[in-house]
């Protein structure tokens, strides 16, 4: 793939460098071919093949540049006539000659198939074709050398695929990241948008029939109730908050900020408190569960309070209303009529976790929910 979803190949920059070798590299060529031809023994089949060469590189440098080169075939291709021209120089010299010298038209110049392998494939593929052109150079010569400190073509070769390749690696996946951030970036203010436009709209349409369905009272307390379910469930949606969060670890902040609403305010830290994904969802749970029974129970004026606190060795919610409060021993009579909500949805939820809850309240002081997490409880990590 040449062209990425942002419209660029992340390995562009490497491709022109490399074609700039290239370039130096047939000058080298030209250079040791004018060099040495009188000795060969067929001088003018090495200038054919020299013509070649150039040809070839020629037709390389330009499909490299554009693009329309950087793929499988092309590489292919080029680790294919990179193997003819090297082996072409039993052609044109002698036995002797081989021995004596590097093949044509040099290892320099057959150092473009690796360079070019290692771009489009990576490190170990790139590595690969540099062995590769030892592997044809001692096939000429019949022997390799292993005296790496006299002759390092290996080390040189291996060092060229590896480096390139990993840059190319490093390259492409700095460019995948950035097109995740930028998507990321892109979703985040289209959401912010969105939501602007609901709060402004729909969101308050419907705080409004919950706050005046309440006051009626009657038939409309129902429909009330449903809009005010409601509400908040497109807070959470246009806020991000309505997915279930992802992740080892989750922060608390904006699940509870999505909680927000004509009838709740919230106290939060400008820090992220961070907490396993389980725990943040139970306990984001939990405050639902007590900002549900101050809808059930509070009154229709009822204004809800939600602080976050995040302290050294526990992270604690206070969940607080201004309604009437819960007469002393009505949630023991709740719980001996059956209906053990409370005890079940948030003291049970609490517990499960490793944590508690507390109820403070009394006739005419509302009520206040506090959660506590300690750090390190059994399902804390």
């Known amino acids: 793939m040449v062209k990425s979803e942002l419209g660029a190949d992340p390995a562009a920059p490497l491709w022109r460098a490399a074609q700039g070798f290239r370039l130096l590299s047939c000058i080298y060529a030209v250079g040791f071919q004018v060099a040495v031809n009188p000795d060969l023994e067929r001088p003018v089949l090495a200038w054919v093949l020299l013509g070649v060469l150039l040809a070839w590189n020629v037709a390389c440098g330009a499909a490299y540049l554009q693009g329309?080169?950087?793929?499988?075939?092309?590489?292919?291709?080029?680790?294919?006539?990179?193997?003819?021209?090297?082996?072409?120089?039993?052609?044109v010299a002698s036995d002797q000659?081989?021995?004596?010298?590097?093949?044509?038209?040099?290892?320099?110049?057959?150092?473009?198939?690796?360079?070019?392998?290692?771009?489009?494939?990576g490190p170990f593929l790139g590595m690969g074709a540099g062995l590769?052109?030892?592997?044809?150079?001692?096939?000429?010569?019949?022997?390799?050398?292993v005296n790496l400190g006299r002759h390092a073509t290996i080390v040189i070769e291996l060092a060229v695929g590896l480096g390139v390749g990993m840059a190319a690696l490093i390259a492409r996946r700095a460019h995948a990241e950035l097109e995740r951030a930028t998507r990321l970036a892109a979703a985040l203010e289209e959401r912010e948008r969105l939501s602007r436009e609901v709060h402004d709209g729909a969101i308050q349409v419907l705080a409004l029939?919950?706050?005046?369905?309440?006051?009626?009272?009657?038939?409309?307390?129902?429909?009330?109730?449903?809009?005010?379910?409601?509400?908040?469930?497109?807070?959470?949606?246009?806020?991000?908050?309505?997915?279930?969060?992802?992740?080892?670890?989750v922060d608390l902040v904006p699940l509870l900020r999505a909680r927000e609403a004509d009838a709740v305010s919230t106290s939060l830290p400008a820090?992220?408190?961070?907490?396993?994904?389980?725990?943040?969802?139970?306990?984001?749970?939990?405050?639902?569960?007590?900002?549900?029974?101050?809808?059930?129970?509070?009154?229709?004026?009822?204004?809800?309070?939600?602080?976050?606190?995040?302290?050294?060795?526990?992270?604690?919610i206070s969940v607080r209303d201004d309604g009437p409060g819960i007469a002393p021993g009505r949630l023991a009579e709740a719980a001996s009529q059956g209906h053990i909500g409370v005890s079940k949805s948030i003291v049970g939820r609490m517990e499960w976790l490793g944590g508690s809850a507390t109820l403070n309240t009394g006739t005419g002081i509302g009520t206040e929910w506090e959660l506590t997490i300690p750090r390190g409880s059994a399902r804390e990590i």
């Not at 080169?69 to 090297?86: F, I, P």
């Not at 592997?135 to 019949?142: F, R």
């Not at 992220?272 to 004026?301: Q, S, Y």
């Open 271 to 316: 820090t992220p408190v961070m907490l396993d994904a389980t725990i943040a969802t139970e306990l984001d749970a939990a405050v639902g569960n007590a900002l549900d029974n101050v809808v059930a129970h509070a009154g229709p004026n009822a204004h809800a309070y939600i602080l976050l606190e995040d302290l050294d060795d526990s992270v604690v």
């Open 97 to 121: 000659w081989m021995q004596d010298n590097q093949s044509l038209p040099t290892t320099l110049w057959a150092t473009n198939v690796t360079i070019s392998a290692a771009i489009q494939f």
């Open 209 to 249: 029939v919950a706050r005046r369905g309440r006051e009626i009272g009657g038939a409309t307390e129902e429909l009330a109730e449903l809009a005010g379910e409601q509400e908040r469930a497109l807070r959470r949606l246009v806020s991000g908050d309505g997915e279930l969060p992802t992740g080892d670890r």
């Open 68 to 91: 329309f080169g950087r793929r499988t075939a092309w590489v292919t291709a080029e680790l294919v006539v990179m193997v003819a021209l090297v082996s072409s120089t039993v052609l």
């Open 132 to 145: 590769v052109v030892i592997a044809v150079s001692a096939a000429l010569k019949e022997s390799i050398s």
